[in-house]
């Protein structure tokens, strides 16, 4: 099969650019349990139960302290009020183990929300792999990392939002105007 001359360059670049992988708006958010941290303790997560206190703001994020998620953490934090207001749990998921969630929980989240550990369960069903890894400067041990993504969760356990793109900037503003437009 030919194309014509017109829709060859589009077709490239389908092959060229890899796709952005994140559940579609509308899909059920898998749910699922874990081990997390709040201002430096350790608990169980179950994503469910966060559901029946109302809409939850799931954020995947590549690795605690490194500068973009740093900065991202620090940003949620400050926001935070806005999101309890629109009636909202936020939750950070990285692939980093829980005594560095634990630390990162305090040291870039203030203690103000939780951050959990996504195993590769978690980071298949929310289809948001990264396909790097990253290496630990501490340990030198070498990780899978997520992408930069961020869902909104209506209280009906349905995606409502989703925003993927490696840039902290937006995440915290957009899922913001996503909370809100939900009322």
Known sequence: ?????????????????????ALPTGAAAPDFNTRGAINGKEFRLHLADQLKKGPVVLYFFPAAYTSGCN???????????????????????STDTVPTLIKFSTEKCAGKFPVASAGPRIVSAYDVALGKQFTDPKTGKARDITNRTSYVIGRDGKIKFV??????????????????ALK
């Open 71 to 93: 900065a991202e953490a620090h940003e949620f934090s400050e926001h935070i009020d806005e999101f309890k207001a629109a009636g909202a749990t936020v939750i950070g998921m």
């Open 163 to 180: 925003h993927s793109d490696l840039s902290y900037v937006d995440h915290v503003k957009l899922t913001l105007e996503a909370l809100k």
């Open 1 to 21: 099969m030919r194309l014509p001359l017109r829709l060859l360059p589009l077709s490239l670049a389908a092959i060229a650019m890899p796709a952005v992988a």
